[in-house]
């Protein structure tokens, strides 16, 4: 059965810390993974990986893909108050199908 | 910008009765889906649609149904609104791809069923 895997379920840390978020995957059919933060309302999207070792960056968020590992991670550098969400992870095995970890919840603490 | 809006933030409804959602896309993305949101669950697959009038059920189709009948359209129909229906409703679109266009998700809409 496919599944994704995130941890930790939740985190909560100081505004100024470094964080990294994981997500592992068992999916047939691997396509993309993708990577959304979800305050209050619509999950937005981050970053989409589709080949190994190649570094995603936006600001103080960046992610990488393993293939190898089957795994993922999403850093955020010098956190801030505003980085505080629910990360989501999802694998896209067709064009229609992602499977969905269950996310995790990040507080940023000032 | 995509815009994907849902016409309800929250809604309370009774069990029984007949709960439409709406979702509606701007950006005239082929594809359009719906997912409810369970804490510890992740998001879970209701139904997507590639094209007007064609839906394709998803991981948990039942006790749902759907009507595209314009492209920038996509409802979810609870038919008869039960407790274990109360849940976080996603709309999402996207263009059609091999993998390579992300979701762009609406606002949400939290329906309670008492």
């Known amino acids: 059965e496919d599944k994704v895997v995130q941890s930790p379920l939740s985190l909560v840390v100081h505004e100024g810390d470094t964080v990294t978020l994981n997500c592992s995957y068992e999916?047939?059919?691997?396509?993309?993974l993708l990577w959304y933060k979800q305050e209050k309302k619509a999950p937005t999207f981050l970053f989409m990986l589709?080949?190994s070792g190649i570094e995603k960056k936006s600001g103080r968020l960046s992610s990488i893909l393993d293939k190898k590992e089957l795994s993922s991670i999403l850093n955020i550098t010098a956190t801030q108050t505003g980085d505080s969400a629910i990360y989501l992870c999802?694998?896209?095995?067709?064009?229609?199908?992602?499977?969905w970890g269950a996310g995790t919840k990040l507080i940023i603490k000032p | 910008d995509v815009k994907v809006t849902q016409s309800s933030r929250y809604l309370v409804k009774r069990t029984g009765e007949k709960v439409f959602l709406e979702c509606v896309q701007d950006?005239?993305?082929?594809?359009m889906f719906w997912y409810r949101q369970d804490p510890g669950l992740g998001l879970r697959l209701i139904y997507f649609?590639?094209?007007?009038?064609?839906?394709e059920k998803g991981d948990i189709p039942e006790g749902y149904s759907v009507s595209r009948e314009k492209k920038e359209r996509f409802s979810l129909i609870l038919e008869s609104a039960s407790t274990n229906q109360t849940s976080m409703y996603l709309c999402?679109?996207?263009?059609?791809?091999?993998?390579?266009?992300?979701?762009?998700f609406g606002n949400g809409t939290r329906l309670t069923v008492t």
């Open positions: 999402a679109s996207s263009l059609p791809s091999t993998g390579t266009s992300p979701l762009h």
């Open positions: 950006m005239d993305h082929e594809n």
């Open positions: 649609s590639y094209d007007v009038k064609m839906k």
């Open positions: 999916v047939t059919n691997f396509r993309s």
């Open positions: 589709t080949s």
């Open positions: 999802a694998v896209r095995k067709s064009n229609y199908q992602l499977i």
